[in-house]
């Protein structure tokens, strides 16, 4: 597609109930990102993607918190046992490739809201 | 660990005015900064990539100035206008695999 697309752009959960999340990077994009922007706070990187290499999952909060990308396109964030201090809007980037020189596309974001 | 830093955290500027918003980094061995423009409740719109090899990148009313010795940089609107109410992200990207994101800075521009 012409842009990186995120689904559902809205999700209300109970507590203690799992989640996934979507993301369709731009076609050809090697590298993929997840951040988090809880309300009133900067964005939190979670999880880096880049073409077959083993992700790079430094910013998981949790163990409850999760990710795959399949095929090196469509990733899915998935989190388990939601508590609600993981209300927030988690927004998907992705980037041609591995080369720095490049700048990073975001989504629309998933607000996911725990109640 | 890098850390970003994004002066004045908001600002109310009367339609028209020349404004200018500063971010500062504390590793300058940067890839490129990137400004973004955030509006409520969406995603990123990605203004200006500034490689780290150049000092500014310009698009229309914007400008975008980079001293990476210094660790600075500074985005300049021009004859503002209350469509530019939003969110202004800096984010800097440099050794590893993470960009690395200020706290923001949030306009209003008045009518």
């Known amino acids: 597609g012409a842009g990186v697309s995120q689904s559902p752009s809205n999700k209300v959960t109970e507590k203690g109930k799992d989640v996934e999340l979507r993301c369709d990077p731009i076609s050809g994009h090697t590298a993929l990102y997840w951040y988090r922007q809880s309300l009133g706070q900067g964005l939190e990187f979670l999880i880096y993607?880049?073409?077959?290499?083993?992700?790079?999952k430094s910013g998981l909060p949790s163990d409850r918190f999760s990710a795959e990308r399949t095929g090196g396109s469509v990733s899915t964030l998935t989190i388990q046992r939601t508590q609600q201090e993981d209300s927030a809007v988690y927004l998907c980037?992705?980037?041609?490739?591995?080369?720095?020189?490049?700048?990073?596309?975001f989504g629309s974001g998933t607000r996911l809201t725990v109640v | 660990k890098q850390e970003v830093t994004q002066i004045p955290a908001a600002l109310s500027v009367p339609e028209g005015e020349n404004l200018v918003l500063n971010c500062s980094f504390t590793d300058s061995a940067i890839y490129n900064l990137q400004w973004f423009r955030q509006d409520p409740g969406k995603g990123l719109t990605s203004l200006l990539l500034?490689?780290?090899?150049?000092r500014e990148q310009t698009s229309g009313r914007l400008n975008a100035s980079l001293d990476k010795s210094s660790g600075r940089s500074t985005l300049y609107i021009a004859a503002s206008q209350p469509g530019d109410s939003a969110t202004y992200l800096c984010a800097v990207h440099n050794a590893g695999n993470m960009l690395t994101f200020g706290g923001g800075t949030r306009l209003m521009v008045k009518p």
């Open positions: 993607f880049q073409g077959n290499s083993a992700p790079d």
């Open positions: 980037a992705s980037s041609p490739g591995q080369r720095p020189n490049y700048g990073y596309t």
């Open positions: 500034i490689q780290s090899s150049q």
